[in-house]
């Protein structure tokens, strides 16, 4: 929660703010993401204009994750940029629209609430499919060692004849569903 008494409300006032908090639980996707209680550093303009207050700047945070092809820990930091404008809330506790409202941020009295807008940031920032390195090669699949640490890697054996047939077996069952049934 960010105060913004100090800020007040003529349009136009500004203040830079560099703070740092901690990680909410959750901060990221499965994968990779913020630890929970880490420091996350915030540098942050908050602008006063007519509707609320436009807060605009950038966090910084530890990543940490896993590569999704051959498990390796990553350990990155990054930097996202923030931007969002949090209505005053004037009408506080009259009953609003549920769905009409939904996105708009409020500031709840002179305080803002940063964690959604920060989970956002973060979340968009990330990739899906987070890598160790661009090319990861991943892991040989007979055997499961990471193919990065050991590129000349092989097996004299070719993968067993009864697991391939088991693979078109599979690829074979993918019938479209609009297809009629004997
Ligand atoms: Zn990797
Ligand atoms: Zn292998």
């Not at 090319?135 to 990471?146: I, S």
Request: with cysteine.
């Amino acid at each position: 929660m960010l105060d913004t008494r100090e800020l007040g409300r003529r349009p136009g006032t500004q203040r830079t703010k560099s703070t740092s908090v901690e990680a909410p639980a959750g901060l990221g996707i499965d994968v990779l993401g913020v630890p929970e209680g880490s420091t996350v550093d915030l540098d942050l303009r908050l602008e006063a204009v007519m509707e609320g207050v436009l807060v605009t700047g950038t966090a910084t945070a530890d990543l940490e994750g896993q590569c999704v092809r051959c498990l390796e820990p990553i350990d990155e930091r990054i930097t996202v940029d923030l931007q969002e404008l949090f209505v005053y809330d004037d009408d506080h506790g009259a009953p609003r629209g549920d769905d009409e409202d939904a996105d708009v941020s409020r500031l709840e009295g002179d305080l803002l609430d940063l964690e959604p807008l920060l989970r956002d940031a973060v979340v968009l920032a990330l990739p899906y499919q987070p890598l160790c390195r661009d090319d990861c090669p991943g892991l040989c699949v007979e055997c499961g060692a990471r193919l990065a640490d050991d590129p000349d890697h092989g097996h004299e054996d070719p993968i067993d004849p009864r697991w391939a047939a088991l693979g078109e077996v599979a690829v074979a069952q993918e019938v479209p569903a609009d297809r009629p049934q004997d």
